[in-house]
């Protein structure tokens, strides 16, 4: 077993995904970020027209989707065609809940833009509430699902 | 309480931070990527010559410091003075454990920064080892301290 | 008369600022985008839980703001203090009016991004309503005052 | 009639192109930049060697239309294969004229790329003749005709 | 002759590539950036541990790669599916030796992609040296081979 | 003597420039593109209104230096106060000479947006000359002079 980013002599590259068949690929991830109730009620009045702090999240994740190469050092730049970012509130889990679907035509997978965008979501969160609780934490983002292209269909705790 | 990003009439702001001091400031958080131990162990070998996945998650992380106010939408844009970013194996937890330290001097603070270098740095992490681990988790990525400015030193679990 | 972004030979520069003084400086912009009435009633509705246009558009004009040296050749470099965006809907004039102001403490001033960011507020609007209305126009985009730095005062219609 | 940027609960959404055609897609679209007769003649005048305002504001137009993706939320990012930007003096309205044309093979239509060329162009007019004319307005940016994909030819004023 | 990057009135353009077949394509550049031998040597000891700046050159030059139409302003936006970097130290010519190879399938070739790399590669390394040696020079920065589109296969010294 | 840009344990950083003086500092770098005779004739034609290639490199030179800190891994962002291109034909070295100077009021210098933009400047001439000229190359591309900060003046062949 080796990691593909690296040739034998252990020098990083962006792998050749050349001879790959153009497919279209689903990626599915999620995260949460917790925090204290007063600031998740916060949030939620947001909803309600006080300042809407989900929805930012929302736009902020999808643009980030779409920024991930220039962050990812050795991931290949793509066209996307889907990019939706679902975000609940989860009041029993004092946490935001994200999640984000991505999709592409494409010689390789979107695993790594479904987690950026998680990532800038829930960043965006803590942005707009540290003010209130600067000891929220994101907390388990994690790939859910992977379909498309010849690894197959993979889902979180249990290959299709 | 409220949130200082939103005007009375709940509309987002980039929020005024001209009458706020030029102060050193200094913003630290860490997070963690969980994986399965062979995949821990190839990381190792790699700080071996074998492929430095950690070398270039810290480069990504120090990166994507620079890029915060690019992903995040209400995030001044700032000059940074200072970027480092502290990737540690941790097999007895099955993770790689990040910290970032981010410093300015500047009218605001730099805690974002901090974030979003970790983030980057763990992100990266995942892409490298995807192949051999789609079931890696990045987990507790939070603030651990917060220097300079009016608020003054914050740091997790208890205020300074 | 002639052109400042020009040497005496007519080769563009990015103009020397550097023995200007930092000082605080402002800027406001406007403009308007004009639609069918259909299309401003979605927009309406939007505001009321249906798909904000408008919430959107104003994260996309301070997103903007912080994008104008990037995409104004000769525009330099600067740190922003404050982005706000105005968005609101005339149903009288068939159009909605956005107005950016921008602030900084900084060596030059902050027109282009003031502009920059009702540009792309007012683009972000087409963007979201161009499957119902093509036609809609983008309009009267101007400088409305500009304050700090040498030149002092500047009012669209009137010098203070 | 609803706007396809939102799901039925009304969030944003970069929409699903994946089942659509690879087809050749065309966008034109114009603006203009209004300006005091003396500015008019200055930018004419740099036409002969004395500072090319209309080449900068070209260059800046082509580039501006391979940011659109990063500057307008919801929009899919694509490979552009053609643009092209007209800039033309217009004495009678006291104005410039820009024209910009975009074209690409792909899922989706570049509308918002031809916009965005016209919106930097006449940014980059102002920025560079704002020191001597900072009432310049910038008006009537609008889709001019869009051919390609399922809804057919578009043209103003008239569907072809 | 001449440059296709201009109409006949002398205007530059994004040159229209619709036309032309998405085939695969390759193009490999070079350089060299000459320094003292004490520098070399720095380098060289980085290797073995103490501060790896060929990998991070590296890098570096992977995500140069990929920001070339962002840079280059005639330059089509473009997938890509592989860029690898080769790094060399030289010590009979004091110098690293760089050697970039981009490969993408799409209407148009990757040449600028693969001289960026090199550069970006070789700034990378100033950078990190230049507090030791500012003296040193990147130099014969240029296309080595071309393959795939209708010119056919063309090399440094000699047309296949 | 040991690279700044590593911890005592090999770890890449951003170095700290928290304590150092904000002081104006300027760095002019220099750089040849070597070509054939048709190849410069050409361009220079160009000059004459039939596709202005120099001035292009130019604009393309200007925005590049803005780019650094994106490209260059351990580059400070930094605010610049001027950024100017000279391009000169030299057709008895059969070259276009390119020279550039940045400026700052900052805590570290701008040698890196300097070399960067020559080299953004030279790839642009490259780019545009491609088509009649595949041989191009970009060379002795180095610093030509630093001032301001606590190293003091520096000049390419003799310490001032």
Known sequence: ??????????????????????????????????????????????GHGKGDVLGIARIAGIMGAKRTADLVPLCHPLSLTRVAIDLTLRPEDLAVHCRATVETNSQTGVEMEALCAVQVSLLTIYD?????????????????????????????????
Do not use: Y
């Not at 050749?16 to 689903?26: C, E, F, I």
């Open 1 to 46: 077993m080796s990691l593909t980013h690296f040739t034998h002599a252990g020098e990083a590259q962006m792998v050749d995904v050349g001879g790959k068949a153009v497919t279209r690929r689903r990626a599915v991830a999620e995260g949460w970020i917790r925090m204290e109730a007063a600031t998740l009620a916060l949030i939620e009045r947001g």
């Open 128 to 160: 707009m509430c540290k003010a209130v609780d600067r000891g929220m934490t994101m907390t388990d983002i994690r790939l859910v699902e992977k379909a498309g292209g010849k690894s197959g269909h993979w889902r979180l705790g249990g290959q299709t």
